[in-house]
């Protein structure tokens, strides 16, 4: 079946470490590929999307390739913040039964450290 | 900005009561959703709704029922609550021509005693 496996956390980085957040994901076909941010306290965010094979998502300094030989979709960014800390979440859309569901990993969560 | 708003932040009941969730959204999406968030689990799909009067079971149903009687209103109804369901239940919405653009509310965490 369809599933995400992301790295364990916490992560935990000193202010403008780089930062990597490993996904990987199981699906038949090629599915459209996601990672949501959730900051404490709130409610998850789409952070950015790659729809097809070797897109690159993007967004607040944030970056994910779609690569569909390694079946990955690893979060980067060059220079975290304190700000940048939350939960970050992969996650897959599948078709089931006629409709296209999303498949969410497990979270990691990041501290930054000032 | 999407607006998707829950009853309660924070709810605490007893074994056996019958607890109500209510989520509201202010987009006129037709597509709704409830989860539940637990540590190592992540987010798993309890009920979905793609318009009024419809539901749809998602991957964990089982002790769950749903409302949608307005289109932006969608239920999640624990008929007889018990303590394997405190979690953390998070309502979302979504227009159905972006599946990936998923608007979600802050969260309910429910304890049950």
């Known amino acids: 079946g369809n599933s995400v496996t992301q790295m364990e956390g916490p992560v935990t980085l000193s202010e403008e470490a780089f930062l990597t957040i490993n996904c990987t994901y199981t699906?038949?076909?090629?599915?459209?590929l996601f990672w949501y941010v959730q900051y404490p306290g709130e409610g998850l965010q789409l952070l950015l999307k790659?729809?097809?094979?070797?897109d690159k998502g993007s967004n607040k300094g944030f970056e994910a390739t779609y690569r569909k030989e390694t079946t990955s979709f690893h979060l980067e960014k060059g220079s975290v913040q304190v700000s940048d800390s939350a939960v970050y979440f992969c996650?897959?859309?599948?078709?089931?039964?006629?409709?296209?569901?999303?498949?969410f990993g497990t979270g990691t969560k990041l501290q930054v450290i000032p | 900005d999407v607006k998707v708003t829950q009853s309660s932040r924070y709810l605490v009941k007893r074994t056996g009561e019958k607890v109500f969730l209510e989520c509201v959204q202010d987009?006129?999406?037709?597509?709704m959703f409830w989860y539940r968030q637990d540590p190592g689990l992540g987010l798993r799909l309890i009920y979905f709704?793609?318009?009024?009067?419809?539901?749809e079971k998602g991957d964990i149903p089982e002790g769950y029922s749903v409302s949608r009687e307005k289109k932006e209103r969608f239920s999640l109804i624990l008929e007889s609550a018990s303590t394997n369901q405190t979690s953390m239940y998070l309502c979302?919405?979504?227009?159905?021509?972006?599946?990936?653009?998923?608007?979600f509310g802050p969260g309910t965490r429910l304890t049950v005693t």
């Open positions: 979302a919405s979504r227009p159905p021509d972006r599946p990936y653009e998923q608007y």
């Open positions: 699906a038949t076909g090629y599915p459209s």
């Open positions: 790659a729809t097809k094979a070797d």
């Open positions: 996650a897959l859309i599948r078709n089931s039964g006629g409709y296209q569901k999303v498949t």
């Open positions: 987009m006129d999406h037709e597509n």
């Open positions: 709704s793609y318009d009024v009067k419809m539901k």
